[in-house]
T-cell receptor, first 111, second 114 residues
Framework: DAGVTQSPTHLIKTRGQQVTLRCSPKSGHDTVSWYQQALGQGPQFIFQYYEEEERQRGNFPDRFSGHQFPNYSSELNVNALLLGDSALYLC??????????FGPGTRLTVL | GDSVTQMEGPVTLSEEAFLTINCTYTATGYPSLFWYVQYPGEGLQLLLKATKADDKGSNKGFEATYRKETTSFHLEKGSVQVSDSAVYFCALSDQDGANSKLTFGKGITLSVRP
């Protein structure tokens, strides 16, 4: 049983560019959450998707948007990248309200 | 809002030493509590959880008890190993209706020397 997978593993972008990160949830999971983890900090909640709708959102600007597909996979999009967006982006999947399981993350570097 | 406070780190221990990592929380509802572990260069792995007061979560020799009266969820292990070296995060999920986001503490780095 494959766990949560994310792609790409690493990404380097320049300021002002746009980026798309992808996540495939664990089999049987219908809910996907995204977190941003800055260096040396705990993960911060970005948003959560369920039934292809954004169910809850953290304190992140509109530059951060997402999507969930009918197969429950998800994308995180960040527009107009800033240096401060450099972080590890973590995807977590769960069955509705159950425990969240995390993927390995995508390391985004903005130059 | 919800918050999680972890003791300041880093923590360095010798192999076979006793480990305690403190965690306290603030939440409006009745949260579930979690410990996640992050090994170098990896994502987060669930270590253990507890969903109601007085529950004890345990896994791989680690334990934590949900103490509602002191709003705490301290992590303990009787004898640490070098392989336990990692960053440990305490987190809560305040499941209000359909919402179940995780709120994390800042994490603490544990180094175990042989």
């Amino acid at each position: 049983d494959a766990g949560v997978t994310q792609s790409p593993t690493h990404l380097i972008k320049t300021r002002g560019q746009q980026v798309t990160l992808r996540c495939s949830p664990k089999s049987g999971h219908d809910t996907v959450s995204w977190y941003q983890q800055a260096l040396g900090q705990g993960p911060q909640f970005i948003f959560q998707y369920y039934e292809e709708e954004e169910r809850q959102r953290g304190n992140f600007p509109d530059r951060f948007s997402g999507h969930q597909f009918p197969n429950y996979s998800s994308e995180l999009n960040v527009n107009a990248l800033l240096l401060g967006d450099s972080a590890l982006y973590l995807c977590a999947s769960s069955r509705t309200w159950d425990t969240q399981y995390f993927g390995p993350g995508t390391r985004l570097t903005v130059l | 809002g919800d918050s999680v406070t972890q003791m300041e780190g880093p923590v360095t221990l010798s192999e076979e030493a006793f480990l305690t990592i403190n965690c306290t929380y603030t939440a409006t509802g009745y949260p579930s509590l979690f410990w996640y572990v992050q090994y170098p260069g990896e994502g987060l792995q669930l270590l253990l959880k507890a969903t109601k007061a007085d529950d004890k979560g345990s896994n791989k020799g680690f334990e934590a008890t949900y103490r509602k009266e002191t709003t705490s969820f301290h992590l303990e292990k009787g004898s640490v190993q070098v392989s336990d070296s990692a960053v440990y995060f305490c987190a809560l999920s305040d499941q209000d209706g359909a919402n179940s986001k995780l709120t994390f503490g800042k994490g603490i780095t544990l180094s175990v020397r042989p």
